[in-house]
């Protein structure tokens, strides 16, 4: 039985080095390729999920590969929010991989995809597992270059072009990172990530702590893409539908997002914030971009770019909640990290599908999909339920946990934020539902009248996990509360 140490090493490492060996199999071997990739992340997903019991059981596995200086080192831990993000991307890129065997089947570089497509698998577990904000910075970077390939794989004019923008944005926001990482360690010498945080501002430094803050915030929020430093997400919407859904819900933005609620709690902390006056400023910000990428959302006539505001919108749900500096506040925003990213990728996955079927990518020109394609429209009719935030789905639980955070910490405000965002919501993802049931379309089908069934499986099957957790609270409720329990 392997210790917690070795299946933390494993996580990153296996899937880091299988990709290389991938990279042997010749072009034209679709089977043993594809076999090989749904091996490697099915492995990975294993390894991550055996740490799950060791974590709840209060043993955080530690591993430290390399010290630079006092306080620096390459470490990696597993404690219950690495565990959380780890479990979701590791288990979630196992549906993709399987998805992907059937999307890309006659596109090509295939092998380069699958390549590149399990070193950011890799890489997002040294994400997950970084105990420190050093670790954590390296393998940022790390998945920039690794992803960069997969944006940019059809070639085209305006795919050069969104890989270009991805690369600016990413690394301009790593500069920012890189400045807040080094006034941190000047400051505290350690870098580690630590309950309660590792800051405690004298009255002096207090300016100067707000300004690593926001530094920190530019930084991670590119990835996150809190406006204005979203722009490279929309345009990123020409790669390959499984690409878009691994950007949009288990790797990159969510990379984002738990690379800030790192730094809220685990270098910062409650007290931090508070002292600093930051939350105030997270739920502004946050709170602009809500509302502005549901408004832009409506206007977009293709689906995957709607699908990709109505992420830009839903990933400050879950830094709203953190940002609320309660314990039900972060409950929301932990949940919600979890629920979105079972909602989202499933979205994605039915407009790969209807590309893949129709041919068809924008919202007017999807008349009677529903009809042609019943499951893949069921799915996201209930997708779109959950992102709405209504019952029975797992996108409710999360969006009531977040208004009655608000209402314990006093800002009524943000109930009229969620509120309207919901209504946003359902103005743009109802139309969509209505347009492929109930208007008569006339479309030739490219292939069958249901995807492949290796991408129609993972979409059936994760539409009804969203319905059994939004049914069954106790599945993912009291793992979030420990989670919580552990950061405050």
Excluded at 443 to 469: K, N, Q
Aim: with cysteine; net charge positive.
């Amino acid at each position: 039985m392997p210790t917690g140490e070795q299946l933390i090493v494993g996580a990153v490492i296996f899937p880091i080095g299988s990709a290389l060996l991938l990279a042997l199999i010749p072009e034209r071997s679709d089977k043993a390729r594809n076999s090989m990739a749904i091996f490697i992340a099915a492995v990975t997903a294993i390894m991550v999920v055996m740490l799950l019991p060791e974590v709840l059981g209060g043993h955080m596995a530690f591993v430290s590969l390399l010290t630079i200086f006092p306080g620096l080192e390459l470490a990696f831990r597993a404690d219950p929010l690495a565990i959380l993000f780890g479990v979701l991307a590791a288990v979630l890129w196992v549906f993709t991989v399987v998805y992907s065997t059937g999307y890309m089947a006659h596109e090509k570089n295939r092998r380069r995809y699958f390549v590149f497509f399990l070193l950011s698998l890799g890489t997002t577990m040294g994400i997950a597992f970084s105990a420190n904000l050093f670790t954590l910075y390296l393998f940022y970077e790390f998945l920039t270059i690794f992803t960069y390939p997969l944006v940019i794989h059809t070639g085209s004019k305006e795919a050069q072009a969104a890989g270009l923008r991805y690369i600016i944005y990413s690394f301009t926001g790593a500069a920012f990172v890189l400045a807040a990482l080094v006034m941190t360690y000047s400051l505290t010498g350690t870098l580690a990530f630590t309950p309660g945080g590792i800051v405690n501002p004298a009255a002096n430094q207090a300016a100067l702590w707000q300004l690593i803050f926001v530094c920190f915030i530019i930084g991670f929020g590119v990835k996150a893409a809190i406006m204005p430093l979203h722009a490279w997400l929309p345009a990123a919407m020409v790669a390959p539908t499984p690409v878009s859904a691994l950007l949009h819900a288990v790797a990159v933005v969510k990379s984002g997002v738990f690379s800030i609620l790192r730094v809220m709690y685990s270098v910062y902390g409650t007290a931090a914030l508070s002292a600093l006056n930051l939350s105030l400023f997270v739920i502004v910000l946050v709170s602009i971009t809500i509302l502005a990428a549901s408004i832009i959302a409506l206007k977009q006539d293709v689906l995957k770019r709607r699908l990709a505001y109505s992420t830009i919108s839903q990933l400050s749900y879950i830094i709203l909640g953190a940002g609320l500096l309660t314990s039900l506040g972060l409950c929301g925003g932990l949940l919600h990290l979890l629920n979105h990213a079972l909602l989202k990728i499933t979205l994605f996955f039915c407009a790969g599908a209807i590309i893949t079927v129709t041919g068809k990518e924008k919202i007017s020109e999807m008349a009677g999909v529903g009809r042609q394609m019943p499951l893949t429209m069921l799915a996201f009719t209930v997708c779109s339920i959950g992102m709405i935030g209504l019952p029975p789905t797992n996108g409710l639980i999360s969006k009531l946990c977040l208004m009655a955070g608000s209402v314990e910490v006093g800002h009524p405000a943000v109930i009229i934020v969620l509120i309207t965002s919901a209504l946003l919501n359902a103005a743009y993802f109802v139309p969509i539902i209505i347009t492929a049931f109930f208007k008569k379309g006339n479309f030739t089908r490219a292939r069958g009248v249901e995807a492949p069934l290796s991408m129609l499986g993972p979409i059936v099957f994760l539409a009804l996990t969203c319905l059994v957790v939004g049914i069954k609270l106790d599945l993912t409720v009291p793992f979030i509360q420990s989670v919580v329990s552990y950061l405050f």
